[in-house]
């Protein structure tokens, strides 16, 4: 049974920052590139940050400087730092797990930042 479980989303003021969390279960995970995507109301979902099985990222033009992914391969944890988040960072945040066969999606958390 493959899960993957979000938090940490929530409100935040424009420039704060929010740590958002991951946790998977039934997938080898240390295997796995885990990345988070993100949909905002009216817009499809995107990518904003992949992590390698062996911790290489790469992170979407509009989030880089500013957000990083990592990954606890001990834990089956996946973390998206989120810093001087801005207004257009509001949107419903998924975790995605990479596998040989396909990918899997989690329920996704809810980033709103005011301004």
């Known amino acids: 049974q493959v899960q993957l479980v979000e938090s940490g989303g929530g409100l935040v003021q424009a420039g704060g920052s929010l740590r958002l969390s991951c946790a998977a279960s039934g997938i080898i995970f240390s295997a796995s590139t885990m990345g988070w995507y993100r949909q905002a109301p009216g817009k499809q979902r995107d990518l904003v940050a992949t992590?390698?099985?062996?911790?290489?990222?790469n992170y979407a033009d509009s989030v880089k400087g500013r957000f990083s992914i990592s990954r606890d391969n001990g834990k089956n944890m996946v973390y998206l730092q989120m810093n001087r988040l801005k207004p257009e960072d509001t949107a419903v945040y998924y975790c995605?797990?990479?596998?040989?066969?396909?990918?899997?999606w989690g329920q996704g958390t809810p980033v709103t930042v005011s301004s």
């Open positions: 995605d797990a990479a596998t040989r066969l396909r990918n899997y």
């Open positions: 992590i390698t099985s062996t911790g290489i990222t």
